[in-house]
């Protein structure tokens, strides 16, 4: 009998630290509702990630007690459906904030000191870029905090350390809060905007984008945009007319409007672009802290006790 179905593959602590709690699990090679049916009938555990679980999984979960999200967004997972019925939705807010916060602050810098650009040029044997390039020092640059959860406080206390003024715009935290964590609180984002040399994007969208064409024409001119929050955050096609009119200096995207990136999306194309795969929260050590933090919430949400160096 499984006691939890594993949907997508989490790091072997979490899987230890599941069956050390005495679980069963079934950890899934095909996600396909076919395949699982036979385990969901018996579970009384999910784990998932950004797959989620549907409304018509749940309905083929007659014991399920909780939905583990390994991750913050909880937004594929059918919450009205499981709240209905009482199972839990747990998650792990802040587990893989340290390397998120890291690819964010290296997103700043692959875009000031064009990286990419550079690693192309030695590549192609044109070591007299060196003499054409025009890079930048983050130190004394103004950034712009999109939102204060678990990232961006980590982002400001790094950008800090680079000798920058960290500007931070909230919808709800308090000027004391944020001044506690070295930022400026800025009540109007597009006043933000006028003021960051480079602006990072934090926090939950919207139905619509938050940088929309409008707002992106708001920034400073040359100002560096950075993505490493949710893909909706930004309007992807007003960013690539921004960048190819130059009023946008350049940009470093780790999330994006569809996932998987298509290989014929216009993003690709577009100039002072970095580009990566959705891994800020990626890290080994992110991975493991996450797998452990939401067995953890699974076997408490189970009412069962949590193994020795497992507690919540």
Request: with cysteine; charged share 20%.
């Amino acid at each position: 009998m499984t006691d939890c179905v594993v949907v997508q593959p989490i790091a072997g602590v979490g899987l230890d630290l599941l069956r050390a709690a005495g679980l069963s699990l079934h950890v899934a090679s095909d996600r396909s509702l076919g395949a699982l049916a036979p385990h969901l009938a018996a579970a009384r555990a999910v784990v998932t990630r950004d797959a989620g679980f549907s409304a018509e999984a749940i309905g083929l979960s007659p014991r399920l007690k909780v939905i583990g999200v390994h991750g913050t967004g909880t937004n594929a997972v059918a919450k009205d459906v499981a709240r209905d019925r009482g199972i839990a939705v747990v998650n792990t807010p802040g587990a893989n904030a340290q390397s998120v916060a890291e690819l964010t602050l290296a997103l700043m810098l692959a875009c000031t000191k064009r990286l990419v650009e550079a690693d192309a040029a030695v590549r192609a044997g044109d070591f007299a870029f060196r003499y054409r390039q025009r890079s930048h020092e983050l130190q004394g640059r103004t950034l712009g905090l999109v939102g204060f959860g678990h990232v961006s406080r980590r982002v400001a206390r790094l950008a800090l350390a680079f000798d920058m003024t960290v500007l931070g715009w909230s919808r709800s935290a308090a000027p004391g809060d944020m001044a506690e964590h070295g930022m400026r609180h800025v009540a109007d984002l597009d006043a933000l905007c006028a003021a960051s040399d480079v602006v990072s994007l934090h926090g939950i969208p919207g139905p619509t984008p938050l940088f929309d064409e409008a707002r992106l024409a708001r920034l400073k001119p040359g100002a560096i945009v950075v993505n490493t929050g949710r893909g909706g955050l930004l309007d992807e096609a007003a960013l690539i007319e921004g960048l190819a009119a130059g009023r946008i200096g350049a940009a470093g995207l780790d999330v994006f409007q569809h996932e998987p990136l298509p290989a014929d999306s216009p993003l690709v194309g577009a100039p002072n672009l970095v580009l990566t795969p959705h891994l800020g929260g990626a890290t080994q050590e992110a991975l493991e802290r996450t797998a452990l933090e939401v067995a953890r919430k699974v076997i408490a949400a189970l009412g069962l006790p949590v193994p020795a160096g497992g507690a919540v």
